[in-house]
């Protein structure tokens, strides 16, 4: 993908730090002063043995999971956790803000989530009508030519229980891009399904990427990482060991950590 200079910047998180309850520690850090900045156009790769944090960061990208530290920004909107922490009603004064900020995003989980007493067609209309006010012809319509996008528009009128794993995940990359976020945000969208299976989930992926679209994704997909992806983020303990272009990391990483990573799943 052709990446352009002087592109804005669609997401900047800024000294992040997270910390998980555990039976055997007071806590335990699942993000130390973690700082991303994500372009527009961007497909930003995040990459770590398991438990390294990029599930935890990728979910703070849109405040899933809140920080207790560190900033964000999303497009326009502004987040501070030592604002949001230090005021008593949360829910009262900032889940306007948390809102606006979830809604620049769509977000691709590694189960699809989809709802079972719903169509196709009828699960990409409802963020459509609920989130950004459409009505219901104009959700129809914008549903449908997202699904055709997909490659799935024969199956709009069918349940995700008449469904493959990937035609699912086909169907939530739909529902998610049908409004319009700023960024697109993937948690191992892949790795529920059988290796049959994950080509097509993938192949969207790339159309999306060649459309222009800027992704943050966690994947072990090396062949997507490289094909796909155009920056690598590594992780391990919750922070960032190493970043650079896809092609630079992948074939020549500094480190020994990531040196080792990628001998493993290479």
């Known amino acids: ?30 993000l130390n002063s973690v700082s991303l900045d994500v372009l527009e156009g961007d497909v ?11 599930s935890t960061l990728l979910r703070c990208l849109n405040l899933l999971t809140i920080p207790d530290e560190g900033r964000l920004r999303v497009g ?55 989130t950004k006010g459409k009505s219901k012809d104009e959700a129809r319509e914008i549903a449908r030519q997202e699904i055709a996008k997909v ?6 009128g069918h349940f995700p229980g008449q469904l493959s794993g990937g035609q699912k995940q086909r169907v939530a990359i739909a529902r998610a891009i049908a409004t319009k976020p700023l960024a697109m945000l993937f948690d191992e969208p892949t790795s529920a399904l059988d290796p049959e299976l994950r080509g097509s989930v993938l192949a969207v992926m790339q159309d999306l990427a060649k459309e222009g679209m800027t992704m943050v994704v966690v994947t072990h997909e090396m062949g997507f990482a490289r094909a796909v992806g155009n920056h690598i983020v590594f992780l391990e303990s919750g922070e960032i060991i190493e970043e650079g272009l896809s092609n630079n990391f992948l074939d020549n990483p500094k480190t020994e950590r990531a040196k080792r990573f990628l001998s493993q799943i290479a």
């Open 1 to 30: 993908m052709e990446i352009t200079e002087n592109r804005k910047t669609v997401i900047s998180l800024h000294n992040a730090s997270k910390w998980f309850p555990s039976p055997d520690l007071p806590h335990v850090r699942g």
């Open 44 to 54: 930003v790769v995040l990459l770590g043995p398991s438990g390294s944090g990029k």
């Open 76 to 130: 326009s909107v502004e987040w501070d956790a030592r604002a949001y922490h230090g005021t008593r009603s949360k829910e009262r004064h900032y889940k306007g803000d948390l809102q606006r900020l979830r809604r620049e995003t769509g977000m691709v989980f590694q189960h699809f989530n989809l709802f079972p007493h719903m169509t196709v067609l009828q699960n990409v209309m409802c963020g459509l009508i609920h």
């Open 151 to 156: 490659g799935l528009a024969e199956r709009e």
